[in-house]
C-alpha cells in the first residue's frame, strides 16, 4: 500500500507543479499538499519499519536530516536556475524530477 500512495503523491505533486506553470492558477498548490501528504508519512512509516526498535530514533533523525537538508539544496538549486534559465523551466524541470 505504501507503493501506491508515494507514487500516487508524487505524481499529485508534479501535476500541481505542471497545472501552475502551464495555467498561472497559483491556487492549485493545495494540490501539491494533498499529494505531500499522501507521500510524507509513508516515508516515515518505511524507515520506521525496517529499522530496528533501538536504532530507530537515529534511523529517523537522519531521515529528516537529509530530508530538510534536500528543502536548503533544493532551494538553493532553483535560485541558481531560475536565474540562469528562468522559473518556468525550473518548475517544468521540478515536476519531471518528482516523477
Given at each position: 500500500?505504501?507503493?501506491?500512495?508515494?507514487?500516487?503523491?508524487?505524481k499529485?505533486?508534479a501535476?500541481?507543479?505542471?497545472?501552475?506553470?502551464?495555467?498561472?492558477?497559483?491556487?492549485l498548490?493545495?494540490?501539491?499538499?494533498?499529494?505531500?501528504?499522501?507521500?510524507?508519512?509513508?516515508?516515515?512509516?518505511?524507515?520506521?519499519?525496517?529499522?530496528?526498535?533501538v536504532?530507530?530514533p537515529?534511523?529517523?533523525?537522519?531521515f529528516?536530516?537529509?530530508?530538510?537538508?534536500g528543502?536548503?539544496?533544493?532551494?538553493?538549486?532553483?535560485?541558481?536556475?531560475s536565474?540562469?534559465?528562468?522559473?518556468?523551466t525550473?518548475?517544468?524541470?521540478?515536476?519531471?524530477?518528482?516523477?
Open positions: 500500500m505504501e507503493y501506491v500512495l508515494n507514487v500516487t503523491g508524487n499529485t505533486v501535476f500541481s507543479y505542471l497545472k501552475t506553470k502551464l495555467n498561472q492558477h497559483f491556487e498548490w493545495n494540490i501539491f499538499g494533498a499529494g505531500s501528504a499522501m507521500v510524507y508519512p509513508n516515508f516515515l512509516a518505511v524507515v520506521a519499519e525496517n529499522t530496528h526498535p536504532q530507530r537515529q534511523s529517523l533523525g537522519i529528516r536530516f537529509w530530508r530538510d537538508f528543502y536548503v539544496a533544493g532551494a538553493v538549486a532553483a535560485g541558481v536556475f536565474d540562469l534559465f528562468g522559473l518556468g525550473v518548475i517544468i524541470g521540478t515536476a519531471m524530477l518528482t516523477v
